[in-house]
């Protein structure tokens, strides 16, 4: 195990000062602490920590208006232009199914919050920036022209912990991973039989959870008139057939703590480096591609008829990414959608481990 001790508050701030254009995750890493570690630290000095209170959160955002939604993970950044309305709370659970900003959220997982003040020049740049029991960002808000600072400010009044020390304590474990549940000894047909009885894609991760399964085993295993593998340069290809066809997709983008989705059609792709990048005036997206181990594209039953999922996985066999066609429920998947999921470059599946 690392035994080396970690930089004090006063040091992280100095790293801070001396690396002002460095990304907040990149320098964490190079310090060797986690990002909310080094959040943490400017405390008192443009930060204030918050009490992670989800739904007091959500329902506050609402009157903060037009803000910059971002959630990501190790290898996908997800940011949409909106206002937090529709919102639906729950413990457990809670959303948020605005047009433009739409969240599936695991309260539970929220454990640090800040607020934090960001000089540039003459502008302060507000956020609001949350992380997991490790330390990891699992979503932030940022203010733009537009939003209300009196809401805001307001907003972190309320939620404003008595607590403002410079640390704190992260759990070096995280979270264990589905695959570790896995059970190698389920069955294929008991598997492709659940599977072609399905009536709606939320049922999906109940099914793994019963067989004990994880995503990737499962699709190695259910057979290609239900998953089949693509090169990994499809998902490139679909954002540049979608932007074309002027396609409207859904674009799934999610850590332990939030998923974001994105509904409607791709305009600007461009590619930079390892970077596939969506820049369009509400959403940008920026994809590591060389993250990318493994594609697949995957058919679910629903009582609409099925639908096509692609989904792309890192080296840990988490999912970076996943995308569908626009639809609402009731409806039928889009024929465009199909054709070019079902054309996409395939490669041969590999057979379950």
Request: net charge negative.
């Amino acid at each position: 195990m690392d035994q080396r001790v970690k930089p004090a508050p006063h040091e992280i701030r100095r790293a801070r000062e001396d690396n002002p254009k460095t990304r907040e995750r990149d320098l964490a890493a190079q310090l060797g602490i986690s990002e909310a570690e080094l959040v943490a630290a400017h405390c008192g000095d443009g930060v204030v920590r918050v009490e992670p209170r989800v739904n007091d959160l959500l329902t506050g955002l609402e009157a903060v208006g037009e803000v910059m939604a971002l959630t990501r993970n190790e290898s996908a950044v997800h940011e949409k232009i909106g206002v937090y309305d529709k919102i639906v709370t729950g413990n457990h659970n809670a959303m948020v199914l605005g047009e433009n900003i739409d969240l599936r959220i695991f309260p539970k997982v929220w454990t640090h919050g800040f607020a934090v003040e960001k000089r540039e020049g003459d502008d302060i740049r507000r956020s609001l920036q949350f992380f997991d029991a490790a330390g990891e960002a699992v979503h932030k808000v940022h203010l733009r022209p537009a939003s209300s600072l009196y809401a805001y400010q307001k907003l972190v009044g309320e939620l404003e912990s008595p607590n403002q020390e410079p640390t704190v304590a992260v759990s070096e474990g995280g979270f264990a991973d589905e695959a570790e549940t896995s059970d190698a000894s389920a069955d294929v047909d008991d598997l492709r039989d659940r599977w072609s009885r399905l009536t709606d894609v939320h049922q999906f991760f109940g099914m793994l959870k019963t067989l004990k399964l994880d995503r990737r085993q499962a699709m190695r295993m259910v057979g290609q008139d239900y998953a089949w593998l693509l090169d990994n340069d499809a998902v490139s290809a679909m954002f540049h057939h979608a932007a074309e066809g002027e396609m409207p997709i859904m674009c799934f983008v999610g850590n332990r703590g939030c998923i974001q989705i994105h509904s409607g059609p791709i305009k600007s792709i461009k590619p930079m480096g390892p970077w596939i990048n969506v820049l369009d005036e509400t959403f940008h997206l920026h994809l590591r591609t060389d993250h990318i181990q493994e594609v697949w594209a995957v058919r679910k039953p629903t009582k609409d008829g099925h639908v096509t999922s692609l989904e792309a996985y890192g080296a840990d066999g988490k999912m970076i990414i996943q995308f569908f066609g626009k639809r609402h429920e009731g409806e039928s998947e889009r024929e465009d959608w199909r054709f070019l999921a079902e054309n996409l470059p395939r490669i041969p599946s590999p057979t379950a481990a």
